[in-house]
């Protein structure tokens, strides 16, 4: 997400749409980062977030002249145009797959399971870890969008209330409702999947 | 006294809120309810903080910036060829064209070819015939021999008419005939025209031709009967 301002972005990419790939690596190299995250935390496909990060810099190429630095900053723009590709990606696929633990792409998004061993006394914890993630993962992909994307900004960007408010234009007290709804459904779906197992175990 | 219901509201956003926050924690020491509630929520919060930190080190694949950057290179402003040559400069260089065809047209018009009478007169035209084609033959050394004879008494008929021909002093080697020429009759009825070919025409000549070399032009000397036909050819030097 748009954390800090960056100096001379009309310069840069006023250099970009003339070709320059120096200045277009500037702009490119300092966004796509959180535009892939919040694509792949909204969407649940790396292959998605993939596709929906290219749009946005391809729209930004083809159209500089609809940014204009007067009324903001160049990520929250990028930002606009990454949501808007977001949810006409949950319109057409409101039901997204769920990440797959062995996939080659979700391995991407979640690093390497050297990595995770690395972290984890026992190979029987990091398994239960890595499950329990995976189920939170899951369950925040199958909030309502609006809540999961006050989460996805306010716990898994870990943006302010207020930044939050800002991207998506609305009001403080909104995105505070949301993310206690939010949580109330994440309890729930946790607590149903905590409760599964145990029954099937205990017949 | 806060109720359940009120600390429910607050969420567990209620320590950042220090009008409240008295309140909540008077409540949570009397509810255990709401006490399990606050270490659900911290328990979520430690699962969510635990997923933000695994997807951290996501970003777009390279082959996102590469097809980017293609997208990018694209976008170069192509030079455009109008801009190579100076506007002011087409005006002069097209009356300069034409005036330089004009000038060509009229003096090469003196050199049409045509069929001449005298043999000698016919030694000096050079028309300006570029290629010439004719069908495979085969050389016959009794022919050309009659057809070199017959050619040196129309040369030797040249030079006390015209001295100054250049074609003269310029032809060697013996003439060859053409496949289908008919045989020769009289030495005062032929004529001797010099055309300019390229090497890859002599090839139908039935001559070998070096591929290399066969744009280059070279001159010909044709032997041309009463009927207007050529009847042989040999290779000026």
Request: glycine residues 4%; hydrophobic residues 45%; aromatic residues 6%.
């Amino acid at each position: 997400m748009p954390k800090t301002p960056h100096v001379g972005e009309d310069e840069l990419l006023r250099r970009a749409v003339r070709g320059d790939e120096d200045a277009f690596l500037e702009i490119y190299r300092a966004h796509q980062a959180s535009l892939y995250r919040y694509a792949v935390r909204m969407s649940g496909s790396p292959w998605a977030a993939e596709e929906i990060v290219q749009e946005v810099f391809l729209t930004l190429l083809r159209a500089p002249s609809k940014f204009d630095s007067a009324r903001g900053l160049l990520g929250a723009y990028l930002f606009g145009i990454a949501r808007n590709r977001v949810l006409k990606h949950l319109e057409r696929a409101p039901r997204e797959v769920p990440l797959e633990p062995d996939s080659e792409a979700n391995a991407e998004v979640h690093g390497s399971q050297a990595d995770k061993l690395a972290h984890m006394q026992t190979p029987a914890a990091w398994a239960e870890r890595s499950q329990l993630t995976e189920h939170v993962h899951e369950a925040v992909l199958r909030l309502p969008p609006d809540f999961r994307e006050a989460v996805v900004l306010c716990e898994l960007e870990e943006l302010s209330y207020k930044e939050a408010a800002r991207l998506l234009d609305c009001p403080i007290g909104t995105i505070r409702s949301r993310l206690h709804r939010a949580r109330a459904l994440l309890l729930a779906k946790l607590e149903m999947w905590r409760s599964v197992p145990r029954r099937a175990t205990a017949r | 006294m806060m109720t359940c219901q009120e600390f429910e509201s607050l969420g567990p956003d209620f320590e950042r809120r220090p009008v409240s926050r008295a309140a909540a924690e008077e409540h949570l020491r009397s509810c255990p309810r709401c006490s399990a509630l606050l270490g659900s929520w911290k328990d979520l919060d430690g699962e969510l903080r635990a997923l933000a930190r695994e997807t951290s080190s996501a970003a777009a694949p390279l082959r996102v910036e590469l097809a980017l950057r293609e997208a990018v290179r694209g976008l170069r402003p192509q030079p455009r060829a109008g801009r190579l040559v100076p506007v002011w400069l087409l005006g002069p260089a097209a009356t300069a064209a034409v005036a330089f065809f004009a000038a060509w047209y009229v003096l090469r018009a003196p050199h049409a070819p045509q069929k001449l009478a005298n043999p000698s007169s016919s030694l000096a035209a050079q028309p300006p015939v570029d290629r010439y084609a004719v069908t495979n033959n085969k050389v016959d050394p009794a022919a050309s021999e009659e057809l070199s004879q017959k050619a040196s008494g129309a040369q030797k008929q040249g030079p006390r008419r015209n001295p100054s021909a250049p074609a003269a002093k310029d032809s060697a080697g013996e003439f060859l005939a053409l496949p289908y020429a008919l045989p020769v009759t009289s030495a005062d009825d032929a004529s001797v025209i010099r055309v300019r070919l390229q090497r890859a025409a002599l090839g139908a000549f039935g001559l070998p031709v070096n591929e290399e070399r066969a744009a280059e032009w070279v001159m010909v000397d044709l032997l041309i009967g009463a009927d207007g036909q050529p009847e042989a050819f040999r290779l000026a030097r």
